[in-house]
């Protein structure tokens, strides 16, 4: 049985692993958050990310997506709550800049971990290119007609590549070495990061999608 579908998983995981390795907003915010909040919270943000990662993988194997694609002003409303999310976290981005604080402990409390979660999950589900993404995926890997133990594989391996891809960012970037150096030039860096968020929520708002 595997085999018979091992071509569409394959296929499907390779475009999934070339947007995983690509930079975005995920990595971007995962940068920040390692810079600002240390390790656990930068893990927990990339936890978010794939928990996104993982609902988009469900609705492509529902058709949802495309359903949703098809649905002019659902896409829209989509679009306009990433782009403004995006400008959110440039707004946070300047705020740190201008005024930043204190560097948070290494391992985050409870409250701060499920604030962390939900910021990467809300990132990656507002985002309408990832819909996008995620729709081709189904065009060229689609497995909804799979049996279920198939469809679970291809949940379960586009949840732990998207976690593993994103987890080993913010393993990279909350090391000790990267933190030391984003921490020195830590104004620069959040605006950059502020400026970086501006452009992607502009380009989203400009994009047809």
């Not at 391992?107 to 962390?116: A, H, K, M, N, T």
């Not at 065009?139 to 590549?161: H, K, Q, R």
């Amino acid at each position: 049985m595997l085999s018979e579908y091992l071509p569409q998983l394959m296929l499907a995981w390779s475009i999934l692993l070339v947007g995983v390795l690509s930079p975005g907003p995920s990595v971007m915010l995962i940068l920040g958050v390692a810079m600002g909040q240390g390790r656990g919270a930068a893990v927990a943000t990339a936890l978010g990310v794939a928990c996104g990662s993982m609902t988009l993988s469900i609705a492509t194997v529902l058709g949802l997506s495309i359903i949703f694609a098809e649905l002019a002003h659902a896409m829209e409303i989509v679009r306009f709550a990433g782009a403004g999310y995006l400008f959110f976290l440039a707004f946070k981005s300047f705020g740190k800049m201008l005024n930043p604080p204190p560097l948070s402990p290494l391992v985050p409390g409870l409250r701060s971990f499920r604030r962390q979660v939900a910021g990467g999950y809300l990132l990656q589900v507002s985002n309408p290119k990832a819909i996008m993404f995620w729709l081709a995926i189904a065009g060229v890997g689609g497995v909804g007609d799979a049996p279920a133990p198939i469809v679970l594989l291809f949940v379960a391996g586009s949840f732990l590549m998207s976690f593993t891809g994103h987890g080993a960012y913010a393993l990279l970037l909350s090391s000790a070495m990267v933190r030391a150096g984003l921490t020195r030039f830590r104004r620069v860096v959040e605006a950059a990061l502020g400026g970086f968020f501006v452009f992607a929520g502009v380009k989203l708002l400009t994009a047809k999608v």
